[in-house]
């Protein structure tokens, strides 16, 4: 078993603003505190929560790492008190809060989860922020059911290719916005029934069209802006609409009739500040119910590239352009040749 050494090497942020403040550091390993568990990391997803960071625009909550990256996966290096689910040596991955850009990152046990058989680390690394995201907004919070329909924006990104398999695995009739051909033609490929390019449609009108003037019972959406009102035209009677980030901005004037006059629901959340508690309950699921559709080969994580840890800023580059289709993830070290690979 690797000794753990007293320094690492981290990304940090020399200040906000453009991916040019993304800089390695030499900084302290840290240690598990109760309950906590040391993992050496092997990769870490790249999401969108860490670019509002480095813009100065999505500051940690109190108590959390002031270092990027949410998602990890790795093996277990060390244990604290009390900690009991793991041992030393597991290959795990996990929901942190901040510091995944890093050689080692201390986590909550309740938010460390098993890899499902037959995913490689990169792979594992790209799953807890989409998935955690994904599973509590669609069908805790959304009850989404067999048979209904759902629509998620921004199909090729990390939620977006989350959604449309999972919704798909479930029973659902999915339609998914992209902004090109190529990025619909990717969207079906997942599973998606119909994939809407926003750029040369009216997805309201789109939407009415395809379900045969019924509408969408559950809608994701990450957009906002001229958004928020689309969706109220496109939601069916007694849907629900989840908001999970305002790409394009969250003040708008809007009229909230079909609000009452469809029933509708219009909620949203946030991951990063919620507990500890909440976060293992979402895992536990997460293990219990999607994890058999991962090692069947139902759903699987679209990776579009990977990065070294030290060209994180290149990886952001890459996500701002939004030119991928899928996770970007950096690969912070190689694992031990005698368990587990990339």
Same mark, same amino acid.
């Given at each position: 078993?690797?000794?753990?050494?007293?320094?690492?090497?981290? +990304?940090?942020?020399?200040?906000?603003?453009?991916?040019?403040?993304?800089?390695?550091?030499?900084?302290?390993?840290?240690?598990?505190?109760?309950?906590?568990?040391?993992?050496?990391?092997?990769a870490a997803g790249i999401n969108r929560p860490?670019?509002?960071?480095?813009?100065?625009?999505?500051?940690?909550?109190?108590?959390?790492?002031?270092?990027? #990256?949410?998602?990890?996966?790795?093996? +277990?290096?060390a244990t604290g008190a009390s900690s009991m689910?793991?041992?030393?040596?597991?290959?795990? %991955?996990?929901?942190?809060?901040?510091?995944?850009?890093?050689?080692?990152? !201390?986590?909550?046990?309740? !938010?460390?989860?098993? +890899?499902?058989?037959?995913?490689?680390?990169?792979?594992?690394?790209?799953?807890?922020?989409?998935?955690?995201?994904?599973?509590?907004?669609?069908?805790?919070?959304?009850?989404?059911?067999?048979?209904?329909?759902?629509?998620?924006?921004?199909? $090729?990104?990390?939620?977006?290719?989350?959604?449309?398999?999972?919704?798909?695995?479930?029973?659902?009739?999915?339609?998914?916005?992209?902004?090109?051909?190529?990025?619909?033609?990717?969207?079906?490929?997942?599973?998606?029934?119909?994939?809407?390019?926003?750029?040369?449609?009216?997805?309201?009108?789109?939407?009415?069209?395809?379900?045969?003037?019924?509408?969408?019972?559950?809608?994701?959406? %990450?957009?906002? #802006?001229?958004?928020?009102?689309?969706?109220?035209?496109?939601?069916?009677?007694? #849907?629900?609409?989840?908001?999970?980030?305002?790409?394009?901005?969250?003040?708008?004037?809007?009229?909230? %009739?079909?609000?009452m006059l469809k029933r509708l629901t219009f909620? #949203?959340?946030?991951?990063?500040?919620?507990?500890?508690?909440?976060?293992?309950?979402?895992?536990?699921?997460?293990?219990?119910?999607?994890?058999?559709?991962?090692?069947?080969?139902?759903?699987?994580?679209? +990776?579009?590239? $990977?990065?070294?840890?030290?060209?994180?800023?290149?990886?952001?580059?890459? %996500?701002?352009? !939004?030119?991928?289709?899928?996770?970007?993830?950096?690969?912070?070290?190689?694992?031990?040749?005698?368990?587990?690979?990339?």
């Amino acid at each position: 078993m690797n000794a753990i050494p007293h320094s690492m090497t981290a +990304i940090h942020f020399e200040g906000s603003g453009g991916p040019e403040v993304l800089v390695p550091l030499t900084t302290d390993v840290p240690e598990p505190t109760e309950g906590e568990v040391l993992i050496r990391v092997s990769a870490a997803g790249i999401n969108r929560p860490d670019v509002l960071q480095r813009l100065g625009l999505y500051p940690p909550p109190s108590g959390h790492s002031p270092l990027p #990256g949410l998602e990890v996966a790795g093996e +277990i290096a060390a244990t604290g008190a009390s900690s009991m689910r793991f041992k030393v040596g597991d290959q795990v %991955m996990a929901l942190v809060n901040g510091g995944g850009y890093a050689e080692y990152v !201390s986590v909550d046990e309740r !938010s460390v989860l098993s +890899i499902p058989k037959g995913l490689s680390l990169i792979e594992a690394a790209a799953i807890p922020e989409t998935y955690f995201t994904v599973w509590h907004n669609v069908f805790e919070r959304g009850q989404l059911k067999d048979g209904e329909w759902f629509l998620v924006h921004g199909g $090729t990104s990390g939620i977006g290719t989350t959604a449309v398999q999972l919704a798909k695995a479930f029973g659902a009739q999915v339609i998914a916005t992209a902004g090109s051909k190529e990025k619909c033609d990717a969207v079906l490929s997942l599973g998606a029934d119909y994939a809407i390019n926003y750029r040369e449609a009216d997805f309201a009108r789109e939407v009415k069209a395809v379900t045969g003037g019924h509408g969408v019972d559950v809608i994701l959406d %990450m957009v906002g #802006g001229d958004y928020i009102a689309q969706n109220l035209k496109c939601a069916a009677t007694d #849907g629900r609409i989840i908001q999970i980030a305002f790409l394009q901005g969250s003040k708008v004037e809007i009229n909230l %009739m079909p609000v009452m006059l469809k029933r509708l629901t219009f909620t #949203g959340s946030t991951l990063r500040t919620r507990t500890a508690e909440f976060k293992g309950a979402v895992a536990r699921a997460l293990e219990t119910k999607v994890w058999p559709l991962i090692e069947a080969g139902t759903i699987r994580p679209v +990776i579009f590239e $990977t990065f070294d840890l030290q060209d994180a800023s290149d990886a952001h580059r890459l %996500m701002e352009s !939004s030119a991928h289709i899928g996770k970007i993830v950096l690969k912070v070290r190689q694992p031990d040749p005698n368990g587990g690979s990339f």
